[in-house]
């Protein structure tokens, strides 16, 4: 099992918090303030966060916001009693679920696996995009799916990351050929459904209630991704 980062500046409570975790299988990583999380953070490619609100420097809603503008990482908050609004403000900022203090540690450990047993969070950004278990990475021209590497040629490629820039957006063949492969592309139109045809191929084990790559009326294409406005 994987590693949970937990960003708490009261000692006595990530101990605790630690001593159930590591439990129940899992490592921890204690972070007492939000920006030596996030300087930690690809360092320790946590599975889950656990993150206190009220942190000294850096609350814990920066934090959450530094953490969603690079990963779907899930995050449970840690609130304060009666923090009511905390709770709405939270679920619409990118948390997972939240935990009012003082709370039961098997309780914790019991909300972790909850969270883990949904399925993965989808984020676009400009690093890049995760849909499920599909991750494609903008910067190395890479795509992962369940973290293992596909093998794309690099003109299949260009067609696929130029979708994901755009999830759940309608292209048509001449605009892809034009937008992806250049105005002076000289081959047909089949040339777009050829490599269509080849990432589907390609992507054949992605799970189609996560997203698929869709063919529209009128001879569109779609990189469609469930739950991505
Ligand atoms: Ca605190």
């Known amino acids: 099992m994987g590693t949970i980062m937990i960003v708490e500046d009261e000692d006595p409570i990530s101990r605790v918090l630690a001593a159930y975790i ?34 000294p420097g850096m609350d814990g809603w920066e934090v959450l916001n530094g953490i969603r503008r690079k990963s779907p990482c899930p995050v449970i908050m840690l609130t304060a009693r009666g923090e009511v609004t905390d709770r709405i403000h939270g679920l619409n900022e990118g948390a ?25 969070r989808s984020l676009v950004s400009s690093e890049q995009v995760v849909i499920g278990s599909l991750r494609i990475d903008f910067k190395s021209r890479s795509v992962y799916l369940n973290g293992a590497s596909l093998s794309i040629t690099p003109r299949d490629l260009s067609l696929l990351l130029f979708l994901a820039e755009h999830p759940n957006q309608i292209f048509y063949r001449e605009q892809l050929i034009e937008k992806v492969w250049g105005i002076d592309y000289d081959g047909s139109d089949r040339a777009v459904d050829l490599a269509i045809k080849r990432l589907r191929k390609a992507l054949l084990h992605w799970p189609a209630e996560e997203g698929e790559l869709r063919t529209m009326r009128g001879t569109g294409y779609q990189l469609y991704a469930n739950g991505l406005k």
């Open 22 to 55: 590591r439990k129940a299988g899992f490592d921890c990583a204690i972070f007492k303030d939000g920006l030596q999380a996030m300087e930690s953070f690809d360092t320790v490619q946590p599975e889950l966060v656990l993150l206190d609100v009220m942190l």
């Open 96 to 120: 997972d679920d939240y935990m009012t203090k003082p709370f039961e540690p098997e309780e914790v450990v019991a909300r972790i696996h909850a969270v883990l047993r949904r399925p993965p």
